[in-house]
């Protein structure tokens, strides 16, 4: 089974701090997505890596950056954390989507998310 | 972006029962996902119909897909306790991300 980790479930963290959120996936996949959860919005995607050192701005990137060093790794970094940041953040992961018409039918894994407050 | 919006929003069954959730989307699709999501965790991946099924089956699943209207139903038959959750569809299209919906909360009371 797939299993997407990320490092905490709970983290309570002040306003201007830099706060870094990891996610670590064990299928060796090349996708790896962060999406902010917020009542009334759904799932809204902020980054999205394809390949290491690769990354692409979602829908509201604005406030974050990310970092892929290394494959299984995708860490999702608030550089000066304010209080419309506090939210449940979910990381996810998947094979490409460039192999072909079968590689697209496939799910995105997910982690059980970090509930992030900002106070 | 929010392609696929569900409904109804929230939705109330007794144990039993069969509760039957609509996706509708605006775009093109490669296929469509439904995902459970079990309050404060993760979501789970339930099943992917491609744009050229018409209905898919899994265990007391069923989902249906009608391009023409952009639509997909979720369909679960004989409803238990432990199936309360919220329930989101996904819509895919060439070269991006899962386009998450705002999702169906299910409660199943016994």
């Known amino acids: 089974d797939v299993k997407v980790t990320q490092s905490s479930r709970y983290l309570v963290k002040r306003t201007g701090e830099k706060v870094f959120l990891e996610c670590v996936q064990d299928?060796?996949?090349?996708?790896m997505f962060w999406y902010r959860q917020d009542p009334g919005l759904g799932l809204r995607l902020i980054y999205f890596s394809y390949d290491v050192k690769m990354k692409e701005k979602g829908d509201i990137p604005e406030g974050y950056s990310v970092s892929r060093e290394k494959k299984e790794r995708f860490s999702l970094i608030l550089e000066s954390a304010s209080t419309n940041q506090t939210s449940m953040y979910l990381c996810?992961?998947?094979?490409?989507?460039?192999?072909?018409?079968?590689?697209?039918?496939?799910?995105?894994?997910f982690g059980d998310g970090t509930r992030l407050s900002i106070l | 972006s929010q392609q696929g919006e569900e409904d109804p929003q929230a939705l109330s069954i007794q144990e039993g029962e069969n509760a039957t959730m609509n996706c509708s989307y605006k775009t093109s699709i490669n296929n469509l996902q439904w995902y459970r999501q079990n309050s404060g965790r993760g979501l789970v991946h339930l099943i992917l119909?491609?744009?050229?099924?018409r209905e898919k089956h899994s265990g007391r699943l069923r989902v249906t897909l009608d391009t023409s209207k952009k639509s997909s139903s979720l369909l679960i038959t004989a409803s238990r306790a432990a199936d309360t959750a919220s329930y989101f569809c996904a819509t895919k299209q060439a070269g991006t991300a899962l386009i998450f919906g705002k999702g169906t909360t299910l409660s199943v009371s016994s």
């Open positions: 299928m060796d996949h090349e996708n």
């Open positions: 996810a992961s998947s094979v490409p989507w460039d192999r072909g018409f079968s590689s697209g039918n496939q799910p995105q894994h």
């Open positions: 119909i491609r744009s050229n099924e």
